[in-house]
């Protein structure tokens, strides 16, 4: 997801809390393409990725690129 999305204490706090109410891995890592900045959360569920993509406008990474 955009890392604009989690910037601020307040936005971080609610992305962060629902990413650990599924299966998020403890840290997500920051990926910079096509002049943006992204954050990615992994998790081990495919369908908590899908929510978490469809809860915050976020996109799932295509299985070549994760």
Not at 30 to 58: I, K, N, W
Request: glycine letters at 4%; proline letters at 6%; one cysteine or more.
């Amino acid at each position: 997801m955009s890392a604009d999305k989690v910037r601020g204490v307040r936005n971080s706090e609610i992305v962060w809390s629902f990413a650990e109410s599924l299966s998020a891995a403890p840290r997500p890592y920051s990926l910079d393409r096509d002049d943006g900045e992204f954050v990615v959360f992994c998790f081990t569920r495919p369908e908590d990725a899908q929510a978490l993509a469809m809860r915050f406008h976020g996109e799932r990474l295509p299985d070549t690129q994760r």
